[in-house]
């Protein structure tokens, strides 16, 4: 901060002597003085420090050196521009694993590049490495190159910190001729003194300035992060309006078609006219007149849960097991996430689907029972799985991916009951005991043929979740193979949707090449079909984020064999849990604008909970009383004993050598935030 006040000083000094001769008369010489001032700013220099300072951003060397050495031509500092151009090599060399780029790139990506930036820097070291030998500074950065892990050792971990890069930028900044260093000339003296009587007064004047200096730099810093924050709501809003705006005009199409067949005396079918219905009151609230949205109210009964497995066991009217479902249900989906949180703690601690042996017989019964209550019991699922701790909780029952795959199988329409299926197996499929199970059953054929052949008749929400569960299960090394047995289908497939104008759809399908592209099969059948030159034509057109996915995904496709990771690195790698326990995803919001149960006979909601499950309604027997003070006093989930062959790993299974940024470039979703016909 001092140097920018340094420069605004001579600036300030230079216009006062302008000003000073011309009142004076001195027209020559001020007009010497002006085209001293211009030569003086060296344009090229001056503007040539922001593109360096972005080619070194970027790891771009060839772009920064371009720039350069053009740049760099005083003798005299000879040597310590030769130090310096070194540590700019080192940081090249690092880039990869660097703080500013870590976030940035996957992992197998990351070490690739680390391992070629390396060997770029051996070969430096080789041609120029004797031009250093009596230099004390550079001599240790020798041993780079041989280093396992550089970050992590004491010698070396500085400069794979933010600070150390700012400090061989400053370093650059001087190099350049931006500042260089002098004796303070008298009258520049006498210009800051008087200047300085203009700061604010007293010991703590300068100290003053800039603490109002830093103020603003903070007010500035926040209101581009409220401006990106709000760039972000309004692309969201975008993208909601559009899905609005093509769903009413499905709805008004499906309307039409209904008064062109009851015009010509054609029976309209119940499912098509509950369709248009459906989505109609997704979006007209007024339309529900019979049933208002019951509203949390920060004091919810305590369950005898012991009664509410009985009751879904035992009732013999399906109305009343899908009220108790949707009830339950409602318990999560319209609850502050802190008590939803915590609902389903207790869910999973009283095992409300009793899912534990020699008990869990009740998911069962439930998911072979009628339509209506098979769907009721999807929907809840549907929910529950969206929390991490709820999937570990569903899969300690052995037999539920079968359940749902058996169902989903069953299900030839887009209905709800497959669409809230498919949510379901999505959610669990980032689970390895799962991924497993459902490439076992055949599910990626069964996607293929979804994708392939329904695309017509499918909704955007099963587009959605069958995407992101081909990608997730693609990163298992059975689901590739699987998969390149038959890769000009699987090609033709993603072919259809790498352009598709659902980013999200977008995301899964570039997700699901890269991590597929590792098999031979895949790739040339990639390059059969001129996938490098499509991908190419679409970067030029895409967003940012879907720009750099496609940048990974040309360098996969540019690999050679021996490049990529084997399988065995894979398995190794996907033991580490990618699934982070620190934060779970949203519960999404449960409008429930179709599935009103309109029967004045039935309680629903918290008012059947309070009516027939309230404990302290229920007479209090011996075991019932024990559930009661554990309820008011819950341990929490990491208390609970799991019997170790009924534990579920909790790694998301990923690619060898892919972090958390391939989740965060190609979202590998834990979540995506709705279920059928709720949108956020």
Not at 77 to 94: M, T, Y
Not at 399 to 408: A, E
Not at 507 to 532: C, F, P, Q, V
Request: proline share 4%; charged share 30%; aromatic share 8%.
């Amino acid at each position: 901060m001092s140097n920018f006040l340094q420069e605004k000083s001579q600036e300030a000094l230079l216009e006062t002597i302008k000003e000073y001769l011309d009142h004076c008369g001195y027209k020559e010489t001020l007009k010497l003085l002006n085209v001293s001032s211009i030569q003086k700013e060296n344009p090229d220099q001056s503007l040539s420090l922001p593109f360096l300072y972005e080619a070194l951003e970027k790891g771009d060397s060839k772009s920064f050196f371009t720039l350069w050495n053009p740049i760099i031509s005083n003798p005299s500092q000879q040597q310590d521009i030769q130090n310096l151009e070194f540590f700019i090599r080192v940081f090249f060399a690092i880039y990869p694993c660097h703080q500013l780029n870590i976030k940035q790139a996957a992992k197998d990506i990351i070490n690739s590049k680390y391992k070629k930036n390396m060997e770029e820097f051996k070969l430096y070291l080789d041609a120029e490495g004797s031009s250093f030998s009596k230099s004390d500074e550079v001599l240790a950065y020798f041993a780079l190159p041989y280093i396992p892990n550089p970050s992590e050792h004491p010698a070396f971990k500085s400069i794979f910190s933010i600070k150390w890069l700012n400090k061989l930028k400053e370093k650059i900044r001087l190099a350049v001729g931006k500042d260089q260093v002098s004796e303070t000339p008298l009258l520049q003296k006498m210009f800051e003194k008087f200047i300085d009587s203009e700061k604010p007064q007293g010991p703590n004047g300068d100290k003053q300035l800039m603490t109002q200096i830093r103020a603003l730099e903070s007010q500035l810093a926040q209101m581009n992060s409220e401006n990106l924050e709000l760039q972000q709501k309004f692309t969201k809003l975008e993208h909601r309006y559009e899905e609005y705006t093509s769903e009413i005009i499905s709805v008004a199409k499906d309307l039409f078609k209904m008064l062109e067949q009851t015009r010509m005396d054609k029976p309209v079918s119940e499912q098509m006219f509950m369709q248009a219905y459906t989505m109609l009151c997704k979006y007209d609230k007024t339309l529900i007149v019979n049933q208002p949205v019951e509203v949390y109210d920060g004091k919810p009964v305590v369950l005898n849960f012991t009664s509410i497995i009985k009751d879904m066991r035992s009732l013999q009217d399906d109305i009343q097991i899908c009220a108790l479902l949707q009830a339950l249900r409602w318990r999560l989906t319209r609850t502050p996430r802190s008590i939803h949180k915590e609902n389903l703690e207790f869910f999973i601690r009283f095992n409300i689907l009793c899912t534990q042996k020699p008990h869990d017989s009740l998911l069962d019964n439930l998911l072979s029972s009628t339509r209506r209550v098979k769907e009721y019991t999807i929907r809840f699922l549907n929910v529950i799985s969206s929390e991490k701790s709820g999937r570990v909780y569903l899969l300690q029952k052995g037999n539920l991916v079968n359940l749902l795959i058996s169902i989903l199988y069953s299900e030839k329409q887009d209905n709800l009951l497959r669409q809230n299926t498919l949510g379901v197996l999505q959610k669990l499929s980032l689970k390895r005991t799962a991924q497993l199970e459902m490439i076992k059953l055949d599910i990626l054929d069964w996607l293929m043929k979804i994708l392939k052949n329904d695309i017509n008749n499918i909704a955007d929400y099963t587009l959605e979740y069958a995407t992101a569960l081909l990608m997730n299960l693609s990163l298992r090394t059975l689901g590739k193979d699987k998969l390149s047995k038959h890769a000009n289908d699987v090609i033709s497939m993603l072919s259809k949707f790498i352009g598709h104008e659902n980013n999200q759809v977008r995301t899964y399908i570039n997700g699901t090449l890269y991590s597929i592209l590792t098999r031979k099969a895949i790739k040339d059948a990639a390059n059969k079909a001129g996938m490098e030159k499509k991908l190419k034509v679409l970067r030029n057109k895409s967003e940012e984020n879907i720009k750099r996915q496609i940048n990974f995904i040309l360098e996969q496709l540019k690999q050679e064999e021996n490049d990529a990771p084997t399988d065995d690195e894979a398995e190794e790698e996907i033991d580490e849990p990618i699934e982070s326990g620190s934060e779970d995803e949203e519960i999404p919001e449960d409008e429930d604008m179709d599935d009103i149960i309109d029967n004045p006979n039935i309680l629903t909601g918290e008012n059947l909970l309070k009516e027939r499950y309230d404990k302290n309604k229920i007479p209090i027997t011996t075991s019932s009383r024990k559930d009661l003070e554990e309820s008011k006093n819950p341990k929490p989930l990491s208390a609970r004993r799991i019997d170790p062959e009924k534990k579920v790993s909790n790694s998301k299974v990923v690619p060898a050598n892919i972090t958390n940024d391939y989740s965060k470039l190609f979202g590998s979703r834990d979540k995506i935030p709705r279920t059928p016909l709720q949108l956020q």
